[in-house]
């Protein structure tokens, strides 16, 4: 349900926000999960990808394939990672393109902002799971049922 008046549900409109998004929204756009123990680690679930983090593909064609990111190539909504490449028919190899929403984070490359980037996620999420379970005690719904 859309609760704010100037957000569309267009599909039309979302779809050309999407791709015609500047570089700094694709960045955000272009996160990845975490895996398990990073999650439990760090608390947080997903990152946007960067440049030297290793992954690991899940989904597709190189599912299993692990390496460290190449190049994280915004305009086509790719990454390019380490071993993943196809022979072209002149003989050079060349990477191939993976969607970020197909791969897994297992190590990440980090520096102070990226780090700032954590513990300010993992804030937010220890606020909102504080105020989780506080909606309703088992009183209130017994009192309700008598």
Do not use: C
């Amino acid at each position: 349900m859309k609760y704010n008046p100037r957000v569309s549900s267009s599909r039309r409109k979302s779809r050309k926000a999407h791709f015609t998004a500047p570089s700094h929204l694709r960045r955000v756009i272009m996160s990845a999960p975490l895996s398990t123990d990073l999650r439990s680690k760090y608390s947080v679930r997903s990152m946007p990808v960067r440049k030297d983090d290793e992954v690991q593909v899940v989904r597709g064609t190189f599912k299993g394939r692990e390496g460290k990111i190449v190049q994280v190539y915004r305009k086509k909504w790719v990454i390019h990672i380490e071993r993943i490449t196809r022979e072209k028919v002149n003989g050079s190899t060349v990477n191939v393109g993976v969607h970020p929403s197909k791969v897994v984070i297992t190590k990440l490359r980090l520096d102070k902002d990226r780090k700032s980037l954590l513990d300010r996620k993992a804030k937010g999420r220890a606020a909102a799971d504080k105020d989780k379970g506080n909606k309703f005690t088992t009183d209130d719904v017994m009192q309700s049922i008598d």
